[in-house]
């Protein structure tokens, strides 16, 4: 054989490290450092599908801007310096102000197999109980709801409940871009058998576009509509007595107070905002259907009543026995690829290990288990709480481990400045350019972790399904797995024994085995079929589904609760008597808006990884605030215009979108944009952050706020090769193009003034310029022999210019002579695809518009003439949305 050729490498499989759903990922190392990327036909929760995101994982691998080495004070150091400095630092805080200084600040997105390190090292070795997680802003309400009614945190169902459902009510859920493949299994089973989606939501998503009934109720107020429904469901004799009668308690106090929120269909209209019409369709439809599934995420759980909201949902399932059934039950999105995990190992505050929480039995129980000196007794601060400790210097050292808080918090800002009077602050990290990783405390140590694709071990999805993740490429520079890390600095604390793992199996395996210590039936995560599974078949492992018990079936159960027997002491699941919705958001003269935050389509969190892809930074390129076009009339503020937002604890400049799908007096905004994407977009700064009194998790989705027009003298691009930096004062939001970098810029400075900063900068290259200063036009191009390597526009004004044909340009390695002319022109040649759509395809607005005039008149005959929403399917949405516009268009 030819030495030469390399055998192709073979296709490894691996779970998305992106949402709850879990998806399986076939990728293939190119021999580059990167990998093709396909979907696993063979995993049940994406049988082959990916979305966006997912399909565009490859365009993510790069190494810039990872972090490669670890560093003390912002100077490199060895491993051996830095673990030491941390065993040290951790040491010296716990003798001098006791283990609980310490905290640790963890993440839905470490693989069960770090996690449960890290919670075994602080809640058994260290002996601190203040370690939270970014899933407290994230599922933490649905957890709380889950226990008080079932007595666990379980979720009843699977996904297959989507596919047999005929009706689907998602709460608080942008489904079709949050969990796109869940979403497209919802469209199909409509197309199979007709599931009506009902969705709930103050915004109009493209979710909501999609709905056979939408919603669009008053922010908050999701307790009254499902008080509503209750009543709604007793009086029309809906309810299941067996099912109440037998297996459940509380069921009159509930309905009690729920007559005393929302007593009939028109005072749930009128506590929601929502007409008498709408409200009884929804009471109709869920009174007569029995296959329900209803499926809520952060529009619930990031809530000052989240829990409630939660429970007023599971109460509805509950009173009509639609729990743990085909195609019904209540159903909690997560949203991080871990979440679950993170549940299991017990990274929440408010849990111990593997499901078990503070009874003095419990702790024993995990204490004899771990032999652990130090078993922590009871509950620590919860995430809100525990950054509010570290304001006060009453924590005195942390350590962050996959999250990014400096951006996702609420109150970001004052989470920045109160790292800054830590002790001790540790950072473990794939990134070196994160917020987090920039900020510094009196002594601060960066780690590099392994990311996806390189590290090794498992999570579990939105349906109790546990799937591995497998390294397929080198780890690079000095990264090493965050489990690995922990360890080694047990070790130096002096707990070598019991923190001598040898790889993630062996991990695995003891949490296994924890799960089903002294279990016997009363904990529902059990997962003591696979606690003495081998590294060979751990390896190999296909996809499990919890509860997995020695004496159960093999392949786990998919529902729970069927029978009726419940996880508290006398067996019955509970009704929760809710709290009607609370008017915490009003407006004041100061604030008279309501802000709301969430997501975009092809965006992940703080973008450290969906900010690496063209095609991923091409559907929104710039942080944005959406609102009600006569609330922007109002304002005096006008679509793609620039606008500052406020409320009282931070402010920012984003770009204007007005939208139909907004409420008047709301307005959204996503949190995607940092410090390092944007000079003032981080939305995170805006957030009040209420706790939910049950759960502790902060409510994110309604902010008083204010919104005024941001004025600037122009607005222009900057497409670069490199990264490039402007002038503080200028407004700046940074987006990944394909051969380089694109900046979309704000300044008060004259065209003059910019041209004579751009000459500087790109001193020493053949430089074309147009200019009429007078109406302060500006184009600019800067060639390295035919290459293009820089090019700018600057128009005055509060417009934003297209970039779209540059882009083009700039995608092209060499430049024809009438492609140099038309840069400078402003008249692009080639007709620009607007902005994009199809992110897979990359075809932007403009093209599907054309395709549609020019007689495709479905979204079948779309993508089969510009192949738009062919691949993922992530956009199909979008394209529906424009096919009646453009057909009313020709019309006209
Ligand atoms: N593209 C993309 N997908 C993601 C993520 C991402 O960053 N990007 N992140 C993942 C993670 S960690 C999570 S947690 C999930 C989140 O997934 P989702 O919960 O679907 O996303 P959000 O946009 O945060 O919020 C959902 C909706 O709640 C609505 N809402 C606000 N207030 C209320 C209210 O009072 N009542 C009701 N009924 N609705 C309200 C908002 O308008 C919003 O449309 O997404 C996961 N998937
Ligand atoms: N205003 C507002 N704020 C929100 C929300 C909202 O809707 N509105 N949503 C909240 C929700 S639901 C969530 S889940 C959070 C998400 O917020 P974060 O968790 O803060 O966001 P990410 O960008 O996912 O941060 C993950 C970090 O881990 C790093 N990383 C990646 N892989 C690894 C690894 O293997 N090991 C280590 N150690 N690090 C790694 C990434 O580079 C990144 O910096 O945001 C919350 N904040
Ligand atoms: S739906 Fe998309 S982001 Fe979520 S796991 Fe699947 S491919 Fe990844
Ligand atoms: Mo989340």
């Given amino acids: 054989m030819n030495a030469h050729v390399q055998a192709p490498a073979a296709a490894v499989k691996t779970t998305c490290p992106y949402c709850g759903v879990g998806c399986g990922v076939l990728?293939?190392?190119?021999?580059?450092?990167?990998?093709?990327?396909?979907?696993?036909?063979?995993?049940?929760?994406?049988?082959?599908?990916?979305?966006?995101?997912?399909?565009?994982?490859?365009?993510?691998?790069?190494?810039?801007?990872?972090?490669?080495?670890?560093?003390?004070?912002?100077?490199?150091?060895?491993?051996?310096?830095?673990?030491?400095?941390?065993?040290?630092?951790?040491?010296?805080?716990?003798?001098?102000?006791?283990?609980?200084?310490?905290?640790?600040?963890?993440?839905?997105?470490?693989?069960?197999?770090?996690?449960?390190?890290?919670?075994?090292?602080?809640?058994?070795?260290?002996?601190?109980?203040?370690?939270?997680?970014?899933?407290?802003?994230?599922?933490?309400?649905?957890?709380?709801?889950?226990?008080?009614?079932?007595?666990?945190?379980?979720?009843?169902?699977?996904?297959?409940?989507?596919?047999?459902?005929?009706?689907?009510?998602?709460?608080?859920?942008?489904?079709?871009?949050?969990?796109?493949?869940?979403?497209?299994?919802?469209?199909?089973?409509?197309?199979?058998?007709?599931?009506?989606?009902?969705?709930?939501?103050?915004?109009?998503?493209?979710?909501?576009?999609?709905?056979?009934?939408?919603?669009?109720?008053?922010?908050?107020?999701?307790?009254?509509?499902?008080?509503?429904?209750?009543?709604?469901?007793?009086?029309?004799?809906a309810l299941d007595y067996r099912f109440v009668l037998d297996h459940t308690t509380g069921f009159e106090g509930a309905l009690e107070r729920a007559r005393s929120i929302a007593p009939d269909i028109a005072a749930t209209a009128a506590a929601t905002g929502l007409s008498d019409a709408d409200v009884g369709a929804f009471f109709a439809l869920f009174t007569r259907t029995k296959r329900v599934v209803t499926a809520f995420s952060q529009g619930v759980n990031q809530s000052a009543q989240g829990t409630d909201k939660g429970n007023a949902i599971i109460n509805c399932h509950l009173a009509t026995g639609r729990i743990g059934k085909a195609g019904a039950g209540p159903f909690s999105l997560t949203g991080q690829p871990n979440a679950m995990g993170g549940r299991e190992v017990g990274g929440l505050a408010n849990m111990l290990a593997a499901h078990m929480h503070f009874a003095p039995e419990e702790v024993d129980r995990v204490r004899r288990f771990w032999s652990a000196p130090n078993i922590i007794t009871g509950e620590g601060m919860k995430a809100v709480a525990l950054f509010e400790a570290v304001e006060r210097g009453k924590i005195k050292a942390l350590w962050v481990m996959g999250t990014n808080p400096v951006v996702s918090m609420p109150r970001a800002d004052a989470i920045r400045e109160a790292i800054k009077g830590l002790d001790l602050y540790v950072v473990s990290e794939a990134v070196a350019d994160s917020d987090t990783a920039m900020a510094t405390g009196r002594k601060t140590v960066l780690l590099p972790a392994q990311a996806w694709g390189e590290k090794d071990g498992t999570v579990t999805n939105s349906e109790r399904r546990i799937s591995r993740q497998r390294s397929f490429l080198k780890a690079p520079g000095e990264a090493r797995a965050d489990w690995a890390i922990i360890s080694d600095v047990a070790k130096r604390l002096g707990h070598g024994e019991a923190f001598a793992y040898p790889n993630a199996a062996a991990i695995f395996r003891e949490h296994a085995s924890l799960s089903a210590f002294e279990n016997n039936g009363t904990r529902d995560f059990d997962i003591g079929a696979v606690s003495d599974i081998s590294d060979a078949t751990y390896a190999g492992a296909k996809p499990l589904q919890w509860p997995l018990t020695k004496r159960g079936a093999k392949d786990g159960k998919p529902r729970l609760f069927a029978d009726g027997q419940f996880f508290t002491f006398d067996k019955r699941a509970r009704f929760v008597a809710v709290q009607p919705p609370a008017l915490a958001q009003a407006a004041s003269a100061d604030f008279p808006f309501v802000l709301n935050t969430g997501r975009v389509r092809d965006h992940w969190h703080t973008m450290t990884r969906t900010g690496k892809s063209q095609r991923l930074s091409a559907h929104r390129d710039v942080p944005f605030v959406e609102i009600h076009p006569d609330d922007a009339t109002a304002m005096?503020?006008?679509?793609?215009?620039?606008?500052?937002?406020?409320?009282?604890?931070?402010?920012?400049?984003?770009?204007?979108?007005?939208?139909?799908?907004?409420?008047?007096?709301?307005?959204?905004?996503?949190?995607?944009?940092?410090?390092?994407?944007?000079?003032?977009?981080?939305?995170?700064?805006?957030?009040?952050?209420?706790?939910?009194?049950?759960?502790?998790?902060?409510?994110?989705?309604?902010?008083?706020?204010?919104?005024?027009?941001?004025?600037?003298?122009?607005?222009?691009?900057?497409?670069?090769?490199?990264?490039?930096?402007?002038?503080?004062?200028?407004?700046?939001?940074?987006?990944?193009?394909?051969?380089?970098?694109?900046?979309?810029?704000?300044?008060?400075?004259?065209?003059?003034?910019?041209?004579?900063?751009?000459?500087?900068?790109?001193?020493?290259?053949?430089?074309?310029?147009?200019?009429?200063?007078?109406?302060?036009?500006?184009?600019?191009?800067?060639?390295?022999?035919?290459?293009?390597?820089?090019?700018?526009?600057?128009?005055?004004?509060?417009?934003?210019?297209?970039?779209?044909?540059?882009?083009?340009?700039?995608?092209?390695?060499?430049?024809?002579?009438?492609?140099?002319?038309?840069?400078?022109?402003?008249?692009?040649?080639?007709?620009?695809?607007?902005?994009?759509?199809?992110?897979?395809?990359?075809?932007?607005?403009?093209?599907?518009?054309?395709?549609?005039?020019?007689?495709?008149?479905?979204?079948?005959?779309?993508?089969?003439?510009?192949?738009?929403?062919?691949?993922?399917?992530?956009?199909?949405?979008?394209?529906?949305?424009?096919?009646?516009?453009?057909?009313?268009?020709?019309?006209?």
Avoid at 104 to 123: I, R, W
């Fill in 27 to 237: 990728a293939t190392p190119d021999g580059f450092g990167g990998a093709g990327i396909a979907g696993d036909t063979e995993h049940p929760a994406n049988f082959g599908r990916l979305c966006s995101k997912g399909s565009a994982l490859g365009e993510t691998l790069s190494l810039d801007s990872r972090l490669l080495h670890p560093s003390v004070d912002g100077v490199r150091a060895s491993w051996e310096s830095a673990l030491g400095t941390v065993a040290g630092g951790l040491r010296k805080v716990a003798e001098q102000h006791g283990p609980d200084s310490i905290a640790f600040y963890l993440s839905g997105q470490l693989l069960t197999e770090d996690y449960y390190v890290a919670n075994k090292l602080a809640k058994g070795f260290l002996g601190t109980p203040h370690v939270d997680t970014n899933s407290r802003l994230c599922m933490s309400s649905a957890v709380a709801a889950h226990r008080r009614a079932f007595g666990s945190d379980t979720v009843p169902g699977c996904y297959e409940d989507l596919d047999e459902a005929d009706v689907i009510v998602l709460v608080g859920s942008n489904t079709a871009w949050c969990h796109p493949i869940l979403f497209r299994r919802m469209v199909d089973a409509r197309a199979k058998r007709g599931t009506k989606l009902v969705v709930i939501d103050p915004r109009r998503t493209q979710t909501g576009e999609e709905a056979d009934l939408f919603l669009g109720l008053k922010p908050g107020t999701d307790t009254a509509l499902f008080s509503g429904l209750l009543v709604h469901l007793a009086s029309a004799g």
């Fill in 636 to 892: 005096g503020v006008s679509h793609g215009g620039l606008a500052t937002v406020s409320t009282a604890h931070g402010a920012a400049v984003l770009e204007v979108m007005v939208g139909e799908g907004m409420r008047r007096g709301d307005l959204f905004a996503a949190f995607h944009w940092s410090g390092a994407t944007a000079s003032e977009g981080r939305v995170g700064a805006l957030a009040r952050g209420i706790p939910d009194p049950v759960s502790g998790q902060p409510e994110l989705k309604a902010t008083p706020a204010a919104i005024a027009p941001a004025v600037y003298r122009s607005r222009g691009f900057l497409l670069t090769r490199e990264q490039r930096s402007l002038p503080t004062g200028w407004w700046w939001a940074r987006a990944t193009i394909q051969g380089g970098s694109g900046l979309h810029f704000a300044t008060q400075e004259s065209s003059r003034e910019v041209a004579l900063m751009l000459r500087g900068m790109f001193q020493g290259l053949e430089i074309a310029e147009y200019a009429d200063h007078a109406r302060g036009r500006y184009r600019f191009a800067a060639y390295d022999g035919e290459r293009l390597v820089a090019c700018l526009a600057l128009t005055p004004g509060d417009a934003k210019p297209g970039w779209e044909s540059e882009k083009t340009y700039f995608a092209a390695d060499d430049l024809e002579p009438s492609a140099r002319r038309a840069l400078l022109s402003g008249r692009a040649e080639t007709a620009s695809a607007g902005p994009t759509v199809c992110a897979c395809h990359g075809v932007g607005l403009d093209v599907i518009t054309a395709t549609i005039a020019a007689g495709a008149h479905s979204v079948e005959a779309v993508g089969a003439a510009c192949k738009a929403g062919t691949n993922c399917g992530s956009c199909i949405p979008e394209i529906r949305k424009l096919l009646p516009q453009a057909l009313a268009r020709d019309a006209a």
